[in-house]
């Protein structure tokens, strides 16, 4: 079994689902099931993916769940995006960096383990 707490790119991942709770904090009520929902289930999914892929045991299990992670990390890009354009963030820079250094470390990762040999052994 893989040690996530070991991987930059699930440090990275909480860090940004803890920032993004933070900002969603201050949204309108009227977005609590809407964006805010959205936002932290998406935030929420990409150290969860991370966690859970280094829980697998075959490489190619552990890549679909990285696959999966970089997914919710591009979606909460996107939500960031949408919420600042909304009005409801107002300096989007810490999110912004956070998301593209954990895109970066989790896309390298990603590479790295489509290079190496795959195989089923934990």
Known sequence: MRDHTKLRAFELADQLALLVYRQTAHFPRDEIFGLVSQMRRAAISVPSNIVEGCARHTQADYLRFLDIAYGSLR??????????????ISDTSELNGITIEAAKVLTGLIRSLRRSPRSNRP
Do not use: M, N, T, W
């Not at 979606?75 to 409801?88: C, D, K, P, T």
């Open 75 to 88: 979606e909460v890009e996107y939500q960031i995006s949408l919420a600042h354009r909304l009005g409801y």
